[in-house]
Antibody, heavy 115, light 112 residues
């Protein structure tokens, strides 16, 4: 079955960077975009951007321009989201989701930013 | 950006009774290709979101038929014909017609 498996929880200090991975299985990885969405504790869903695994093309939300980079490694069916200059406001669960239809989602990666 | 509004934001429902969630967009969600990219997601406590409905009214595989989606233009509705205990969670609408994709604030469903 189609599945997205994300990397484990991270704890970072303010000003640091974090890189979260999302490994796909059950379909041809290059065929569908991978979206990244974050959810602060008790809050709603915020779209961050997507990466096209085939071309490497990306599109980012204005809210994260200059701080986010989404990449992929087709040989291992994995997409990555790197967020820099972290602050406490970046503490959230980060999800990947396949395609423009956002189906399915990964299990989420908790990123905690704390001094 | 297209703003998605949901109502109510919180819903307490008796088991076996119906429930309805409204989602309104600040612009028409009819795409130039003729499709309307309005999805509904369910997020159970402690879980990732799961898509229930895509393109307004199409139920995803494995989604019980007590869930249905309807609407057009800027007004959409998710209905649950008979609420079960497993339906507790937060429901989000999301539009994918206009860039960037945007989500509604969510509607929290609990059992009375």
């Amino acid at each position: 079955q189609v599945q997205l498996v994300q990397s484990g929880a991270e704890v970072k200090k303010p000003g640091a960077s974090v890189k979260v991975s999302c490994t796909a299985s059950g379909y041809t990885f290059s065929t569908y975009e991978i979206n990244w969405v974050r959810q602060a504790t008790g809050q709603g869903l915020e779209w961050m951007g997507w990466v096209n695994p085939h071309s490497g093309d990306t599109a980012y939300s204005q809210n994260f321009l200059g701080r986010v980079a989404m990449t992929r490694n087709i040989s291992i069916n994995t997409a990555y989201m790197e967020l820099t200059s972290l602050t406490s406001e970046d503490t959230a669960v980060y999800y990947c989701a396949r395609s423009a239809g956002f189906d399915p989602w990964g299990q989420g990666t908790l990123v905690t930013v704390s001094s | 950006d297209v703003v998605m509004a949901q109502s109510p934001l919180s819903l307490s429902v008796t088991l076996g009774k119906p429930a309805s969630i409204s989602c309104k967009s600040s612009q028409s969600l009819v795409h130039s290709d003729g499709n309307t990219y309005l999805n509904w997601f369910q997020q159970r406590p402690g879980q990732s979101p799961r898509r229930l409905i895509y393109k307004v009214s199409n139920r995803d595989s494995g989604v019980p038929d007590r869930f249905s989606g309807s609407g057009s233009g800027t007004d959409f509705t998710l209905k649950v014909s008979r609420v079960e205990a497993e339906d507790v969670g937060i429901y989000y609408c999301m539009q994918g017609t206009h860039w960037p994709p945007t989500f509604g604030p969510g509607t929290k469903v609990e059992i009375k």
